[in-house]
């Protein structure tokens, strides 16, 4: 496994992170994505750390704190061995405070985390989404007493846009409260969006890219391709409406690409898909996810080879989507381009 520092900090996470969303799986959602209990977890952290694969990425809001608790029942007795990743802040009731992250939820989020986890402290926390009902402030220094309560080591955010992230480093410079230094994202080959804005953004502040869902809500996988019907025990069919939208038209000419290039290299579809994020810049760690072990091998597959420049070329020419205002003039007009180069 390779290792790789979280943004700028100095917290060093695998490659590759296994993401817990299929512990316990409740509801619509949830329950689709996968149905793990204790027993098989424990073997799915048994084979993830054999493999070096340290990080185990969860959230409250995965099946009502189930997976949080499932996790923390499958890591007993090795604690010390991985690194817990968990998110806060998207609605878990209907009450006043059954959402965001306000100064009295996020301490008490972070407690019922830690008391589900079966820990003493969360490696790296993560708030779930942008709450602009709160001062930034008002995060940013319930962080700082968390962190300084040792509760919590490292601190980052997930599905923030440019203006809300760099909003929130400013304060923290300003104040001296702690920087975020991850930014869990959707980016894969079907959704490049990310390197609009967030990658120059994540370059130039230090934050690490952790990926979710990266091989695109489960379109990625090599079941899908033009002229075929959506395989019968796809997730799709009920998580379609929940995921990010892809053009079927788009989707096939990836998938084509990938599928040429898995003959070349013998790996699958999915290996290839996931080994082109690993080479993006800003990426600290793909988190992948597994209903089982024999997924979780196929993605553990994705680590130890590189595509050659050849072969991400290609599939960077075959994913490239025109940029939304104000981002397309940089890619398509050349004195746009001068002044910023691609990455």
Wanted: hydrophobic fraction near 40%.
């Amino acid at each position: 496994m390779e290792y790789r520092q979280l943004g700028a900090s100095g917290l060093k996470v695998p490659a590759l992170s296994f993401g817990a969303g299929t512990f316990a799986g409740k509801g619509e959602l949830f329950g689709a994505w996968g149905t793990t209990d204790v027993a098989e977890a424990r073997r799915l952290v048994d084979i993830s750390l054999d493999a070096g694969v340290t990080m185990f990425d969860t959230a409250d809001v995965y099946s009502d704190g189930a997976s949080e608790q499932v996790l923390g029942e499958a890591i007993k007795g090795r604690r010390d061995r991985v690194l817990i990743s968990t998110k806060a802040g998207l609605p878990m009731g209907d009450g006043p405070d059954g959402a965001g992250t306000s100064r009295s939820r996020l301490i008490k989020v972070v407690d019922d985390a830690l008391r589900r986890l079966g820990t003493g402290h969360i490696d790296l926390f993560q708030l779930h989404a942008f709450d602009a009902a709160t001062p930034v402030e008002e995060v940013l220094s319930t962080l700082d007493d968390l962190v300084r309560a040792g509760k919590l080591r490292y601190v980052g955010v997930s599905n923030f846009s440019g203006w809300q992230l760099m909003k929130s480093l400013a304060t923290s410079e300003r104040y001296g409260y702690p920087r975020y230094v991850a930014h869990q994202v959707y980016y894969s080959l079907v959704g490049r969006d990310y390197e609009w804005e967030l990658l120059p953004l994540g370059l130039d502040q230090g934050v690490g890219a952790l990926v979710w869902s990266p091989l695109g809500w489960g379109r990625l996988t090599g079941r899908i391709r033009r002229g075929h019907p959506l395989p019968e025990g796809s997730r799709l069919h009920r998580t379609a409406a929940f995921g990010p939208p892809v053009d079927d038209e788009h989707l096939y000419t990836v998938v084509d690409a990938l599928d040429e290039i898995a003959k070349e290299t013998g790996r699958s579809v999915p290996q290839v898909a996931l080994n082109w994020l690993l080479q993006r810049p800003t990426v600290s760690s793909v988190i992948i996810g597994a209903r089982n072990e024999e997924q979780l091998r196929e993605n553990l597959g994705a680590i130890g080879w590189h595509l050659t420049r050849d072969q991400v070329a290609r599939l960077d020419a075959v994913s490239t989507t025109t940029a939304a205002y104000p981002y397309f003039p940089y890619r398509r007009q050349e004195g746009f381009a001068r002044l910023n180069p691609p990455i």
